[in-house]
């Protein structure tokens, strides 16, 4: 499974941003997937992570009800949208695919979990 990831950019505090994640070679719909991110001088953390259906989806608390995951298997795109954005939210954004049967309910967070991952794509938010 190919991942690219598009749609970051610069925004100012407060603002929104969309980030896109497509896939190649294989379809998602067989795949959890996640949205992780990473700031310069900082480890990669998990933000978000839905199931294969679509119907689950995880969040971490620092972007609960600002962050929202979805996915379009026809397309084989999963997406972030990004609210009410705030610097500390500046990293570089990469998605990425699971495919333990384990992570197809609910979802997996832990990046040990995870067998794909795009190349990344920069969010850098302006106070």
């Known amino acids: 499974v190919q991942l690219v990831e598009s749609g970051g950019g610069l925004v100012q505090a407060g603002g929104s941003l969309r980030v896109s994640c497509a896939a190649s070679?294989?379809?998602?719909?067989?795949?959890?997937m996640g949205w992780f991110r990473q700031a310069p001088g900082k480890e990669r953390e998990f933000v978000a992570t839905?199931?294969?259906?679509?119907?689950?989806?995880l969040y971490t608390d620092s972007v609960k009800g600002r962050f929202t995951i979805s996915r379009d298997n026809a397309k084989n795109t999963v997406y972030l949208q990004m609210n009410s954005l705030k610097p500390e939210d500046t990293a570089v954004y990469y998605c990425?695919?699971?495919?333990?049967?384990?992570?197809?309910?609910?979802?997996?967070?832990?990046?040990?979990?995870?067998?794909?991952w795009g190349q990344g794509t920069q969010v850098t938010v302006s106070s």
């Open positions: 990425a695919a699971a495919a333990a049967a384990y992570c197809s309910g609910y979802g997996c967070y832990e990046t040990s979990e995870y067998d794909y």
């Open positions: 070679g294989h379809p998602l719909s067989n795949y959890a």
């Open positions: 839905i199931s294969w259906s679509g119907y689950n989806t």
